[in-house]
RNA sequence: GGCGUGGUAGCUCAGUUGGUGAGAGCGCCGGAUUCAUAACCCGGAGGUCGGCGGUUCAAGUCCGCCCCACGCUACCA
């Protein structure tokens, strides 16, 4: 049994994520975690929210609640959203937590002990009425350039100029608007990355088998300009964690946090050990620990394009610099953007449409089956509602949705509510189960692969297949002349719902629950062999019929979302 | 500016290391059917594969230049 280690990138913490942001890591992940879980695989699936940084505290002063209520209150809004979309995480866990704190100061400690951070005294902008560091892109003023007046410290919306806040003419708080800032020294803790540029460089260069997205996006940081630049792990903000080395202080650096960038990915193994201390899991040593039992396990990262810098260098360079044993990633999938007709989705714009307000809309599984089967792996991929309607309306609702639907029905006004008796397969029916063999083979080659728009299509195919036969063999006209091989015709159909159910389950979860439960039949394992698959519900055995699994996008609903998403959400 | 990713049928996209007349889904047209959520099934039309030039017996696939779209550019995360 193969051991799966999968983590999705972790959400930001400030609101509710847009379904940009589900597509591009959390539900593809899922998607796996699931297929490999059906495959009779050992997974734990990771996943938590980023706490720390600016924007979580600006969101909280926003809110009027304190930072840590806030982070409390927003984890839980995420927590039931990810349940209500049917991600299956493992555990959902919280870059604040203690165990994080812990071992990010370990991390510090020992890259300290290996020489690999240094002290940086630096200038930065300070803003003196809202009593703190600015960020770059929160220092507003004049572009110098173009002359465009809402310019940000780090380049201008208008001109695309790059800038430094320095160039900014007038330039002010960005939070406040107050012009009451200045220059202050403040002194930070660099990583030393550059000088684990070759092992990085050698580790990038063995991954052949990556994405070109993955693999481009980390060279271009290794080899641009003067390659590799050491990068700044601390921030002198209130809400985050402490820089200590170890358990130990850190002298001079008594009021700072570490970077969220350095506490993030450092989550992906203290959420473990949150799942350990909840008591829902057990070591979670032999899934990290190469020296504690990791080395059978295979890790997958998810994760948007954006991210893919971090991953790549700044947490590989952690942990190779740690000189630890730890288990690094063997696979990182990173996605390209959904847009939102016509433009990106924006959670400060509030433009698209956000997990929330997608669930009082439509079902999970309507919005997990169009996202991932048009999801953005090759390039940037667009959302439109038309599309939607279309994908709802023609995959789920009329090839699988009206196949369950009118093999159903027709069992029932002909032989009852139960699997008709008589007959057996005969070359028509084996030729149904090898074309299945052959469909099954592709889907699972893409699953494995993780092609992921290959295998919607591929589980399109199949669910195409239950139509194609009732087409063919008509067990309505059969059915006048041979009951008995009308009775066959109708037992290999229904014999496909439930291998449908456990084939699709990746894909539509909560659908294919109720499949099953129509069929009354118990999750079956992943088909080994479908001629004994398809004979697994018996003659005899009673099932239920049941209204449509999918109703369909109208298009008056179509047109008036359409409308109501087209002004952005209010903002919260 | 630099770097990256794309530009293939009306739309959304597949097209392994260059090799039989370029594919899928949707849409459209036609046919068949009536078990079913006016669904399903079969067939068809439609493309000088962004442009120009080059390598080759052979290029959507390799090389060069150009055009267009999008993204990243290290203190947002």
């Given at each position: 049994m193969a051991r799966h280690l999968i983590t999705s990138a972790i959400p930001y913490i400030n609101g509710i994520k847009h379904l940009g942001n589900l597509i591009g890591s959390q539900l593809p992940a899922d998607l796996y975690a699931r297929y490999q879980r059906a495959r009779g695989n050992e997974v734990l699936f990771l996943c938590a929210t980023d706490e720390h940084g600016t924007p979580a505290e600006l969101a909280a002063l926003a809110a009027n609640v304190p930072v840590v209520e806030y982070c409390r209150e927003m984890h839980k809004v995420q927590s039931e959203l990810a349940d209500a979309f049917g991600l299956s995480f493992d555990f959902f866990g919280r870059s604040s937590s203690p165990q994080n704190h812990k071992l990010t100061q370990h991390f510090a400690g020992r890259l300290h002990a290996a020489g690999l951070i240094y002290e940086v005294t630096e200038s930065q902008i300070y803003s003196v009425t809202d009593n703190r560091f600015l960020p770059d892109r929160y220092i507003a003023g004049i572009c110098p350039?173009?002359?465009?007046?809402?310019?940000r410290g780090d380049q201008c919306?208008?001109?695309t100029k790059q800038l430094n806040p320095?160039?900014?003419?007038?330039p002010r708080s960005?939070?406040?608007?107050?012009?009451?800032i200045a220059m202050r020294e403040t002194k930070h803790l660099y990583l030393r990355q550059s000088a684990l540029k070759e092992q990085l460089d050698q580790w990038i260069d063995e991954q052949?088998?990556?994405?070109i997205l993955t693999t481009s996006i980390a060279k271009k940081w290794l080899h641009d300009g003067n390659g590799l630049q050491d990068r700044g792990i601390?921030?002198?903000?209130?809400?985050g964690i402490p820089v200590k080395r170890g358990a130990k202080a850190w002298p001079g650096m008594e009021d700072k946090v570490f970077y969220v960038w350095f506490d993030a990915p450092i989550e992906y193994i203290a959420c473990a050990q949150e799942w350990v201390d909840s008591g829902?899991?057990?070591?979670w040593k032999r899934w990290w620990r190469l020296d504690e039992g990791a080395d059978d396990v295979r890790y997958t990262q998810f994760m948007g394009k954006d991210n893919v810098p971090f991953h790549t260098l700044s947490f590989p360079a952690t942990l190779i610099g740690s000189g630890e044993p730890w288990k690094r990633v063997d696979y990182i999938k990173s996605f390209n953007y959904l847009n939102y007709d016509g433009g990106q989705f924006s959670t400060s714009e509030g433009r698209g449409v956000f997990m929330d307000q997608a669930l009082a809309l439509l079902p999970a599984d309507n919005w997990r089956w169009w996202l991932l089967s048009n999801c953005p792996e090759n390039s940037d991929s667009e959302f439109t509602w038309e599309s939607f309607q279309t994908g709802v309306n023609k995959d789920?609702?009329?090839v699988l949705g009206n196949f369950v639907s009118r093999i159903t029905k027709f069992c029932q006004s002909k032989f009852g509510n139960k699997i008709p008796d008589g007959g057996s397969y005969g070359p028509v029916e084996n030729e149904v189960i090898s074309e299945l063999a052959l469909r099954l083979a592709n889907y699972e080659a893409a699953m494995e692969g993780l092609e992921i728009r290959k295998s919607a299509q591929e589980l399109r195919a199949i669910w195409a297949v239950g139509n194609e036969y009732l087409q063919k063999v008509a067990p309505w006209v059969t059915i006048r002349d041979n009951p008995t091989q009308a009775a066959v015709q109708v037992r290999l159909a229904l014999n496909l719902i439930p291998l449908y159910a456990i084939l699709s389950e990746p894909f539509i979860p909560n659908a294919s629950k109720m499949l099953l439960s129509a069929m009354k039949?118990?999750?079956?394992?992943?088909?080994?062999?479908l001629d004994t698959a398809l004979k697994a519900?018996?003659?005899g055995h009673v099932f239920e019929v049941n209204g449509p699994l999918f109703s369909k996008i109208s298009d008056e609903q179509r047109d008036l979302w359409q409308e109501q998403f087209a002004g952005g959400r209010e903002s919260t």
């Open positions: 350039a173009c002359g465009y007046e809402r310019a919306e208008n001109c320095t160039d900014l003419i007038n960005a939070i406040s608007g107050s012009t009451d052949t088998d990556w994405p601390t921030r002198d903000l209130d809400w829902e899991g057990e070591n789920l609702a009329d039949a118990p999750t079956p394992t992943w088909p080994i062999d519900l018996k003659p």
